[in-house]
């Protein structure tokens, strides 16, 4: 039997691919890279449309039928829509986080303005607030361009003297945020007014006795608003507080409410309106910069009335107040007050009558009381011109702290 036999190198070298294979195998790889690449390139045009399937359809740039058949504003009528009444309430506590409702049975008397030595014209009121107002925002807070003009906030601007300084600051080319507590008619149709001349005006209803809705309010304005240039604290409140010793011993009860009050409006309101809104007076860009004028009263400095005395103690701390303040916001903010003789006589009590009236005025030099036009004057010099004058109480009485 033959066996053939094979030499050892022979069976152990490797068989080589022929040109064929090797062709074959790279077929192979590009076909499964364009495979790849094609599967990545539809996941890619997948997305795409899916995307573009969220979007709007209509081409930009154009209009719709109903755009361009719509007519176009009244300009009058879109100088009316700058009044906004939004209710103080809906501001949120920056404490809390908590949209702030006032109690249904709080007094208030946050509107009431001097009368002769600030007696108010408005008294307290209980009851429910109406917070439809709310839904509406105020004009500075619309996505438009901020007005150049400078803005003033004046509280206590329904009637009477807050609204007769409303006009004087609207004739000089400011905008107004104007605060009204129970003379809700008359204020909406002041702004309403000022707001139809060109003005922009935005009305808030605020109780000044209720502290925690005023700390909300003065700092959400604070930092919301992009500057503010002047704020003038004129709403008061103004009572009777008697005290007697009768013959048999016996005190008149004391109404520690009544004092409580007037302090709460007369002066924590404005220091803290004052305190939450100083971020926003010190980006005034007013060359005199930015003004506080409170209304004080001549007799909380040195004339004190008799049955008067709570009332005294809270414009005597108000007068403490300018002085405080004219430091520790100087420079950004100036801070006065003008101290009130008798600037309207109220319509109701003894000094509406006649007699009493010329009693008054028969110890007053000038012989007259002041008009609203002339205070209105005054404090729009010293809030917005007056460059050199803080801390200062200017009393506009007439001379009748002289006698």
Same mark, same amino acid.
């Given at each position: 039997?033959?066996v053939?036999?094979?030499?050892a190198s /022979? ?7 022929t040109p064929?294979?090797?062709?074959a195998v790279s077929?192979?790889?590009?076909l499964?890279m /364009?495979?790849l690449l ?7 045009l997948?997305?795409v449309?899916? /995307? ?7 081409p ?6 109903s ?9 009058w009528?879109?100088s ?13 506590d ?7 409702s006032?109690?249904a049975g ?5 509107d $009431? ?7 108010p ?5 209980a009851?429910?607030?109406?917070? $439809?107002q709310?839904?509406?925002r105020?004009?500075?807070s ?5 007005s ?6 004046i509280t ?19 905008d107004?945020?104007l605060t009204?507590n129970?003379?809700r008619?008359?204020?909406e149709t002041l702004a309403?007014?000022l707001?139809?001349g060109g003005?922009?005006v935005?009305?808030?209803q605020?109780a000044?006795d ?18 503010l ?5 004129n709403a008061?409140t ?5 005290f ?5 011993g016996i005190a ?6 009544q004092?409580?009050?007037q302090?709460?409006v007369?002066a924590?309101?404005?220091?803290i ?14 060359a005199?910069r930015a ?5 004080g009263?001549?007799?909380a ?5 008799k ?6 103690m809270s414009?005597a ?6 002085? $405080?303040l004219a430091?520790d916001l100087a ?8 101290a009130?003789?008798?600037?309207m006589?109220?319509d ?7 007699a ?10 000038l012989?007259?009381? /002041?008009?609203?036009?002339?205070i209105?004057?005054?404090v729009s010099?010293?809030a ?5 004058i ?14």
């Amino acid at each position: 039997m033959l066996v053939a036999s094979v030499p050892a190198s /022979a069976a152990s070298s490797p068989v080589l691919p022929t040109p064929q294979q090797r062709a074959a195998v790279s077929q192979g790889a590009l076909l499964t890279m /364009a495979l790849l690449l094609a599967v990545i390139a539809s996941l890619v045009l997948w997305s795409v449309l899916r /995307a573009m399937r969220h979007r709007s359809t209509k081409p930009i740039g154009t209009r719709s039928e109903s755009d361009r058949t719509a007519p176009r504003p009244d300009p009058w009528a879109e100088s009316g829509r700058r009044l906004a009444t939004p209710d103080a309430s809906d501001l949120e506590d920056t404490r809390t986080g908590e949209a702030l409702s006032s109690d249904a049975g709080e007094a208030s008397t946050g509107d $009431s303005e001097p009368a002769p030595r600030n007696e108010p014209t408005d008294g307290p009121t209980a009851g429910p607030r109406d917070a $439809s107002q709310a839904s509406q925002r105020p004009s500075w807070s619309r996505s438009r361009p901020p007005s150049s003009a400078p803005l003033v906030l004046i509280t206590g601007a329904g009637k009477r003297v807050g609204r007769a300084m409303a006009q004087h600051f609207a004739n000089r080319g400011c905008d107004l945020i104007l605060t009204y507590n129970n003379s809700r008619e008359q204020a909406e149709t002041l702004a309403r007014d000022l707001s139809q001349g060109g003005r922009e005006v935005t009305l808030y209803q605020l109780a000044l006795d209720d502290l925690h809705n005023v700390r909300a309010f003065a700092m959400k304005l604070g930092t919301t608003l992009p500057r503010l240039d002047a704020v003038i604290h004129n709403a008061s409140t103004y009572e009777p507080t008697p005290f007697a010793i009768e013959a048999d011993g016996i005190a008149t009860p004391i109404h520690h409410e009544q004092a409580e009050r007037q302090m709460r409006v007369n002066a924590l309101a404005p220091f803290i309106l004052s305190l939450g809104l100083a971020p926003a007076m010190q980006r005034s860009t007013l060359a005199a910069r930015a003004g506080i004028v409170a209304m004080g009263d001549i007799h909380a400095m040195g004339h004190p009335r008799k049955q008067h005395s709570a009332y005294a103690m809270s414009k005597a701390a108000l007068h403490e107040m300018v002085r $405080s303040l004219a430091r520790d916001l100087a420079p950004h903010v100036r801070v006065n007050a003008v101290a009130l003789g008798v600037a309207m006589w109220p319509d109701a009590g003894p000094e509406s009558l006649p007699a009493e009236q010329a009693k008054y005025l028969r110890r007053i030099p000038l012989g007259r009381e /002041a008009t609203p036009e002339e205070i209105a004057a005054f404090v729009s010099h010293l809030a917005l011109d007056a460059s050199y004058i803080t801390g200062q109480i200017i009393p506009i009485d007439g001379g009748r702290g002289l006698t």
